[in-house]
């Protein structure tokens, strides 16, 4: 009402309209979409929404007597035997919602300082409201819970509790959507910069408001990545070196990172731990042997992964649809080969063993064209995509043949021609055989979520698709005749 009224005195005629999100996520959702214009959040749904929407605007944060900081409280029953964190170990404890600051993050933040992680305790549970933590607390249902201050301080004598220990957090913020217009956006700051009514600001128990900028909440940031370890088994990621191990790990990482984001959204939260394998071989082994928990993989690595382990499982593919991989066979710009069979008498350059594009497609596709390997003067395989690319280009050898996108992306497709081009399958994204259901189904999630996405740009796609294991027939039917590449018939 007050600042409805303010706005109105500077011009601004405009009716305020209150929405009460039943949840944090509802809540964060609804300012990222620009549902509603500016909202009042916890500091850890402000991090959250502001890493998905950079563009949101913080208007002001609110003041605890002139402070930007007030407390968040681990309390227990005050006939508790536990005095301090460390007596936690082995007991019970209730935090309040998955996305509160001080109910979840932070007091795990704390435990995980004082060396007490999820496996050190008898269980844990979130309650989803703060005072729904003091009243389970104390009636015994937990040893110790997780709230802020205010709510601690509210029931402490009534409900018989004790503070063991406690933690600064920042205040909360109020956030204004992105593109709220300017004028509107300078007017609501200043009212609620100015307003000093004890009778208003006392239903928020706060003394007032504070300018605010994204710095003051890097306590946050710096909390929730040290509240990760509380239950954290970070996930593995595989994939192989197809191209410098750099360069694959700068294509993934986008990727990996908005997977990580619905994990933390899902409060599942695992980090992702990449490792880039120098083989095919030792990626598809480490997928077998269960070492990673999930990778990217050409459709013949996979197969080969499946055939060994016939439980692993397709998570998503790569693309929407409608793109294609393709295996590209190319020649020096000024060469006079232009096309397969001109290729008889010549020197020709692989990728790896196991590579659908750069070994399995275009040995099938050279087998159509009548040559096999005693028709060439000499082949090699060279391991990876942009080694094929370099070693043409060099004149070390006659032809190649290499994934499409990896020549786009080579810096030296001008001094290649294309001679020949195969659609085949996408890269498609694997689980290992025992990886937890419900883990896997939000890792799936995730990709299939992507679209349109700037994380997706380094790879060159516009999304992913569910996994089809129908889709790999034509793929066996490939590496089979592939096989005959040796042996001539």
């Known amino acids: 009402q007050y600042l409805q009224e303010y ?8 009716k305020i309209d209150l929405r009460v999100f039943p949840t944090y996520d509802e809540a964060i959702e609804a300012l990222i979409d620009g549902q509603v214009d500016f909202v009042r959040f916890g500091p ?8 998905r929407n950079p563009d949101l605007r913080l208007l002001v944060m609110e003041s605890n007597a002139g402070s930007r900081i007030f407390n968040g409280v681990i309390s227990v029953a005050r006939d508790s035997p536990v005095q301090s964190l460390d007596d936690l170990r082995g007991k019970r404890i ?3 919602d998955r996305r509160s600051t001080t109910g979840r993050y932070l007091a795990q933040a704390a435990l995980v300082s004082a060396g007490i992680r999820a496996a050190d305790l008898a269980g844990y549970s979130y309650l989803g409201r703060h005072d729904k ?7 015994g249902n937990y040893d110790a819970g997780a709230s802020n201050e205010n709510t601690f301080r509210k029931y402490a004598r009534t409900k018989g509790l004790r503070q063991i220990a406690e933690f600064p957090c920042v205040t909360k913020p109020w956030v204004a959507r992105a593109g709220m217009d300017e004028s509107t956006f300078v007017v609501l700051r200043q009212a609620l910069l100015q307003l000093s009514d004890p009778a208003i600001l006392g239903t928020i128990h706060r003394s007032g408001f504070l300018p605010a900028q994204d710095a003051d909440f890097d306590l946050i940031r710096q909390a929730m990545r040290l509240a990760k370890q509380f239950d954290e088994e970070s996930l593995r990621f595989g994939v192989y070196a197809s191209i410098k191990p750099s360069d694959i790990y700068q294509l993934v990482q986008p990727v990996l990172e908005q997977i990580e984001r619905e994990l933390i959204t899902e409060a599942s939260i695992h980090g ?4 880039v394998f120098r083989s095919y071989q030792e990626a598809v082994d480490a997928l077998i042997r269960g070492d990673v928990d999930f990778g990217r993989f050409g459709p013949a690595s996979y197969l080969f992964a499946k055939q060994a382990n016939p439980y692993i499982r397709l998570i998503a593919t790569e693309g929407n649809g409608r793109e294609h991989a393709a295996a590209v066979f190319v020649v020096a710009a000024d060469s006079e080969i232009d096309s397969l069979t001109g290729l008889s008498g010549k020197t020709f350059a692989f990728g790896s063993r196991l590579s659908t594009e750069g070994r399995f497609a275009a040995q099938a596709a050279l087998i159509e064209a009548d040559i096999f390997a005693a028709d060439l003067e000499e082949y090699v395989y060279l391991g990876r995509h942009d080694r094929v690319a370099y070693a043409v280009a060099a004149g070390n050898y006659d032809a190649g043949a290499l994934r499409k996108s990896v020549l786009a992306r080579s810096g030296i497709a001008g001094k290649l021609r294309v001679i020949e081009e195969i659609v085949v399958p996408e890269k498609i994204w694997v689980a290992r055989e025992d990886m937890d259901g419900d883990l896997f189904g939000l890792v799936q999630k995730a990709l299939l979520d992507i679209r349109g996405d700037a994380s997706l740009g380094p790879l060159g796609l516009r999304g992913f698709s ?10 066996k039917q490939t590496i089979e005749l592939a096989e005959q590449f040796e042996r001539r018939p």
């Open 272 to 275: 992702i731990r990449i490792k």
């Open 44 to 51: 850890v749904s402000y991090v959250l929404a502001k890493k």
């Open 7 to 14: 706005l109105g005195r500077q011009g601004i005629s405009v």
């Open 133 to 139: 933590v003091a009243f389970a607390v104390a009636a």
């Open 94 to 96: 209730a935090f309040g």
């Open 466 to 475: 569910p996994a089809n294991n129908g889709l790999y027939p034509r793929v």
